[in-house]
């Protein structure tokens, strides 16, 4: 969206990336894409910015589906060649870029920091200015593991499923020469990475507080104990936002826990509602009693997938490890002195930056997040899993950040069962034409273009 001006002088531009999240595409960011334009084009109509900037969305394309295995490292340098040759398209004509902006979604958001940290590196912030970087349902810290089956299961199949980059997600990988996985030196104060961010005038994070299988919410809101995950038990109740809902304002839950209701009599619009979980692919729009049939077929159908799914993450898991050693071949000199200078502190250093002590900080208290009336103590779930020391020094380092700001999001289908809607999806919209409920996430698409720094 453009604004012309009667001078000779270049069009000044405010260049605005997204990253998409692992297996994704451009496509899974048409709906922010479209959001955004909606305000510029707003703009445009009134000339509120004067002329001054032409505004551009770019939804990145260089690290889609499969190439999402290769890692956050190997990902982000595709990312910052993609970013430069934008920026070097823009300078021999009429257009040149002078802000910079940043959103990433999922695996996109840890796409987005090490991107940022590399530019930085560069030294291409002194050219430009960087502005907004927002991440929606990114996991800061990596995946965490809960208390069940499956979260257990995760944790073994992810990093040897998932590629370079799912040994990044569960920090099994020693990215630094001193051990330290790269999710630690992201988050570590004396590396170009944290001095990036610091430098961007609107850094804001979206979280889902609920029904996220992929994404918790602790990772995602950079917390270390989760108020939601016994919200059926502690009477957590939340107030929207009543322009941005399901984004919310505050949450607050009682002294006490209210008794539980009584169960509902069986009827057939409750064991409607209460219908099993089917997976996206299994389920029929236009006949729903197919769908108990293919609950009846689980224990047959179960297997079958679980084994067509994961050969197919072993073999897109080996190809990326083909993909990752014959980058490493071409680029070996490189990578060595681009790890090194991104580990160096933002203030020139010429060696690797020490760990520091073993201890543990209390994370700082958000600063804009919504708080709950109670006191920690009494929020607290017995079920929120134990995050590791350097998962929450990770926490205490990233909400040092001088601009940080966080939204919650509250995401469900209906009061008698909140599992069904998949927040991960919904949270940016992701398939409108395919799924009616992802409707819910433009609320939040929403407040993130309203929020977004001109």
């Known amino acids: 969206m453009s604004n012309t001006t009667s001078t000779s002088t270049p069009q000044k531009v405010h260049f605005l990336i997204l990253c998409h999240g692992m297996w994704g595409n451009p496509a899974h960011l048409q709906a922010m894409k479209d959001t955004m334009y909606q305000r510029f084009i707003k703009l445009s109509a009134s000339d509120e910015s004067g002329g001054e900037y032409e505004y551009i969305v770019h939804a990145a394309e260089s690290n889609q589906e499969q190439n999402t295995y290769d890692g956050i490292d190997w990902g982000g340098e595709r990312l910052v060649k993609e970013v430069s040759a934008a920026y070097s398209r823009s300078v021999p004509g009429c257009r040149l870029v ?57 944790s073994v199949v992810g990093p040897r499923f998932l590629g370079r980059t799912g040994q990044q997600f569960y920090h099994v990988d020693k990215w630094s020469e001193d051990g330290r996985s790269l999710l630690e030196i992201m988050a570590d104060p004396d590396s170009v990475f944290f001095a990036a961010l610091k430098r961007f005038q609107n850094v804001m994070i979206f979280a889902n507080t609920v029904n996220d299988t992929t994404v918790p919410y602790l990772s995602a809101a950079i917390e270390t104990e989760d108020p939601f995950l016994e919200r059926a038990t502690t009477g957590l109740t939340v107030e929207f936002d009543p322009t941005y809902s399901p984004v919310i304002t505050s949450y607050s839950t009682p002294s006490a826990p209210p008794p539980q209701p009584a169960s509902p009599p069986a009827s057939f619009p409750y064991i409607k509602i209460k219908k099993p979980f089917i997976p996206p692919p299994l389920r029929s729009r236009t006949m729903p009693w197919l769908d108990w049939v293919v609950v009846a ?57 020490s760990t520091r002590s073993s201890g543990s900080p209390e994370p ?91």
């Open 297 to 353: 077929a689980m224990p047959v159908l179960m297997p079958v997938f679980m084994g067509v799914a994961l050969t197919k993450l072993g073999m897109d898991s080996r190809a990326s490890g083909k993909r990752t050693k014959v980058l490493e071949m071409e680029n070996e000199d490189d990578v060595e002195e681009a790890e090194v200078g991104k580990m160096v502190g933002a203030s020139s250093a010429t060696s690797l930056p």
């Open 98 to 154: 002078t802000r910079f902006s940043i959103t990433g979604y999922s695996l996109g958001g840890l796409l987005a920091r090490y991107v940022v940290g590399a530019l930085h590196a560069q030294g291409f912030f002194e050219r430009v200015e960087p502005v907004n970087f927002n991440t929606i349902a990114t996991p800061h810290l990596g995946i965490p593991r809960y208390p069940g089956f499956f979260s257990g299961v995760a």
């Open 364 to 454: 700082s208290s958000s600063k804009s997040a919504p708080t709950p009336t109670t006191t920690p103590a009494a929020n607290a779930c017995k079920a929120t899993p134990q995050l590791s020391a350097a998962q929450v020094k990770m926490a205490a380092n990233l909400n040092s950040l001088p601009h940080l700001k966080k939204k919650l999001v509250y995401i469900i289908s209906n009061p008698l069962n909140e599992t069904a809607a998949h927040a991960h999806a919904v949270v940016v919209a992701r398939d409108l034409t395919r799924f009616e409920t992802h409707r819910a996430g433009l609320g939040v698409l929403r407040c993130w273009r309203d929020e977004f720094v001109l």
